[in-house]
């Protein structure tokens, strides 16, 4: 008897109540994670906007095309990259040269030029010299809808 009184005195005098509370747990608990996962649209002066199209993911920066590179010599290289790697142009190897700081360079597209997520792509090599340095390079660019490339890898040209 005694079990049955401590029973119902801590649970009422329905047998069902410890079922119905543990149901009202769970699904307060349920809801309770739910809203954990809504998802809330960032406005313009947020901090944490990121621009016009977020990801679920993380970008690396764009790599660097060469060291040593002075923001001239930079200039005139992009400038020579965007040309080699037209799509439209003649496939051939394009140089520059910046006379005042002594870099000079060559780029050279490799095979044909290809969409990837709505961008064009290209391969190239490139050869890069400075008062400092002279590296040989193969890569990838890719240009979007602005028509302004931008580099998705640059490696160590290894022959292979």
């Not at 005098?13 to 809504?38: G, H, M």
């Not at 199209?53 to 764009?62: M, V, W």
Request: proline share 6%.
């Amino acid at each position: 008897m005694r079990r049955f009184a401590a029973r119902h005195s801590a649970f009422g005098a329905d047998p069902q109540t410890p079922r119905v509370i543990s149901r009202f747990v769970l699904l307060l608990a349920s809801l309770q994670l739910a809203a954990c996962s809504i998802a809330m649209p960032a406005s313009h002066g947020d901090d944490l906007h990121v621009g016009a199209e977020a990801t679920g993911s993380i970008r690396k920066p764009a790599p660097d095309l060469a060291r040593g590179l002075e923001a001239e010599d930079m200039r005139r290289a992009r400038a020579a990259l965007a040309t080699a790697l037209d799509p439209q142009g003649s496939g051939e190897r394009v140089d520059w040269e910046n006379p005042q700081s002594g870099a000079k360079g060559v780029f050279t597209p490799v095979g044909q030029a290809y969409p990837s997520d709505g961008r064009v792509c290209r391969a190239f090599l490139a050869e890069v010299v400075t008062n400092h340095n002279e590296e040989r390079l193969q890569g990838t660019a890719c240009r979007d809808k602005s028509a302004e490339w931008t580099l998705l890898d640059v490696k160590p040209w290894r022959k292979g």
